[in-house]
C-alpha cells in the first residue's frame, strides 16, 4: 500500500462527517505498511482532510502523527508535538488522553457502528473481546471514558449490533482478603449483566489476563487463580507470548487438569508465539486449545512474532486464529491470512518462514477453528444444514486470487443470521428492502 491510498481514503472520509470532526485511527496501523515507508506529510495530511483534525496513532501508546489543525488541538491541552506534526511515544498517552475526555457518548456509538460496518464490509461477522478492553498508557479515570462494554450493552440491547460479539473478562490483581482473585468478580458482575445473552451477545469466560501481567512467570500463583475459574466452569484464554510463559500457564492449566476436569472449558494459549511441538502435545492432552495472532505482520511495537502457524496445524490441537486487533495490530483478517500463507510482513519481508499454511487452512482457522473457541461451533464457522445463515459473498475467489491480492479481498454482501447487514451496489437493493 501507497501513502496515496491512505490520502485517497482521508478524502472520502472526509465526505461523511461534519466540518471539524477529529479524523483518528489508533493502534493497528504504522508507517512501515506503506512503500514510502514514511507517514504522509503534514501537508499532505492538511489538503487531505481540509477543515478536520487528524491523529494517527502507532500501538498503544505512539508514535503518532497529526495535522495543522490537530497540531493546533493538542498544543492547548500541553501535549508537545513537532513542527512536522509528529507526536513522540513518550506523550502519545497524554494526546490519547486527551481525545478521550472530550469524546461523547454519542461520539463512541457512532464510532461503534462504523466500526462494526468495517467489520462486516471484510466479511467479519463474529468477534472474541478476549480480555475486556482498557487503554494502555492513558492516564485517564475508566469511569471518564466513554463506550467500553456498557456502550456495547446498550446497542445490543436496542438491536443495532450487526456483528457478534463473544466477551472475556479479565482481573490480574491479587486475591483479596476471601481469597478469591478479582477477575472472579469482573465475571460474575458481566454475566448478572448480560444473563445467558444471545446469539448477537454473550459472555463467554474469563480472559486475556487471569492474575499477573504482562511476561509475569515468577511467584504468580497461576495454579490458584485459574483452579478458581475451572471451579465455576468457565472457559478461559490466557495471554502467553513467549516459551518462559508458556511453561508457567501450562504447566498450571495441567496442575488444575490433574484435580479436576477441564476438556470442556475450551482453555486456551492466546497468541502462542514460540510454543513448541511438546508445548502443543500437553496443550491437547488436556483438551486445551490455541488461539494463534501475529504482531509481526506489522512491526509496529516490541511485541513482535508470529504464532508457529505450521506447527500448530500439523498438530491437530483445536486452534483459532486471531487479529490482536486493533491497537496492536489491524482488525482486517485478510491481511493477516496473507501473513499465515506467506509469511510475509506488511513489508513483502518474510518473517515467518517455514510456518506458512495453506489458503484452506488459514480459512479453517478463523471459520471453524475459532468458532469452537468460542463455544459456537454447532451454530457458525461452516456452511451446513441447522447452522445460522452468517455468510459472506467475496469480492474475488479467494482460492485462486495471486497471494497480494488476498490483502484487498472484501465483502459484495454479508448476512448476519439471514439478515443482510452489508451489500454494494450490485446487492444494494437487499439492504434498502
Do not use: C
Request: a negative charge.
Amino acid at each position: 500500500f501507497s501513502t496515496s491510498d491512505l490520502l485517497s481514503v482521508l478524502r472520502q472520509r472526509v465526505t461523511s462527517l461534519p466540518a471539524g470532526e477529529f479524523i483518528t485511527a489508533v493502534g493497528g496501523l504504522g508507517p512501515q505498511q506503506f512503500d514510502e515507508n514514511r507517514w504522509p506529510s503534514l501537508e499532505e495530511f492538511d489538503q487531505a482532510a481540509p477543515g478536520h483534525p487528524i491523529y494517527f496513532q502507532s500501538g498503544f501508546s505512539g508514535p503518532s502523527v497529526t495535522n495543522s489543525l490537530g497540531r493546533q488541538y493538542f498544543e492547548e491541552r500541553n501535549v508537545p508535538v513537532g513542527a512536522d506534526g509528529t507526536i513522540g511515544r513518550q506523550d502519545g498517552g497524554r494526546a490519547l488522553g486527551a481525545l478521550l475526555l472530550d469524546q461523547t457518548y454519542e461520539d463512541a456509538r457512532r464510532a461503534a457502528l462504523e466500526y462494526m460496518a468495517y467489520s462486516v464490509s471484510l466479511g467479519l461477522t463474529t468477534v472474541v473481546d478476549a480480555g475486556g478492553g482498557f487503554w494502555f498508557g492513558v492516564d485517564v479515570p475508566p469511569d471518564q471514558v466513554q463506550g467500553g462494554h456498557d456502550l456495547f450493552y446498550d446497542i445490543w440491547r436496542q438491536n443495532d449490533l450487526t456483528v457478534r460479539m463473544r466477551l472475556r473478562f479479565g482481573g490480574g490483581g491479587s486475591a483479596g482478603p476471601d481469597g478469591v482473585f478479582p477477575v472472579i468478580g469482573s465475571m460474575e458482575n458481566a454475566l448478572a449483566t448480560v444473563g445467558d445473552g444471545d446469539e448477537m451477545l454473550k459472555v463467554i469466560g474469563v480472559g486475556e489476563f487471569t492474575v499477573g501481567g504482562f511476561g509475569q512467570t515468577d511467584g504468580v500463583p497461576f495454579e490458584e487463580a485459574y483452579g478458581q475459574v475451572a471451579e465455576r466452569g468457565w472457559s478461559l484464554s490466557q495471554h502467553s507470548l513467549s516459551a518462559p510463559e508458556h511453561e508457567a500457564h501450562i504447566g498450571a492449566f495441567e496442575a488444575v487438569s490433574a484435580r479436576m476436569p477441564i476438556d470442556d472449558l475450551r482453555w486456551a494459549i492466546e497468541h502462542g508465539f514460540e510454543l513448541t511441538t511438546d508445548h502443543l502435545t500437553r496443550l491437547d492432552a488436556i483438551g486445551a486449545g490455541v488461539t494463534a495472532s501475529n504482531t509481526a505482520f506489522l512491526p509496529i511495537t516490541p511485541l513482535l512474532g508470529s504464532a508457529p502457524f505450521r506447527d500448530i496445524v500439523d498438530s491437530g490441537i483445536h486452534a483459532g486464529a486471531s487479529s490482536d486487533s486493533s491497537n496492536i495490530a489491524p482488525l482486517n483478517p485478510w491481511l493477516h491470512i496473507y501473513h499465515m500463507v506467506t509469511g510475509r510482513n506488511a513489508a513483502g519481508q518474510l518473517v515467518n518462514d517455514g510456518q506458512q499454511i495453506t489458503r484452506l487452512e488459514a480459512l479453517r482457522l478463523y471459520t471453524t477453528g475459532s468458532a469452537w473457541v468460542s463455544f459456537d461451533d454447532r451454530e457458525l464457522g461452516s456452511l451446513e444444514v441447522g447452522k445460522l445463515a452468517d455468510l459472506v459473498v467475496l469480492s474475488d475467489d479467494y482460492l485462486s486470487v495471486p497471494p497480494e491480492e488476498i490483502r484487498t479481498l472484501s465483502s459484495v454482501l454479508t448476512t448476519v443470521g439471514g439478515r443482510v447487514v452489508h451489500a454494494d451496489d450490485m446487492f444494494r437493493q437487499l439492504v434498502e428492502g
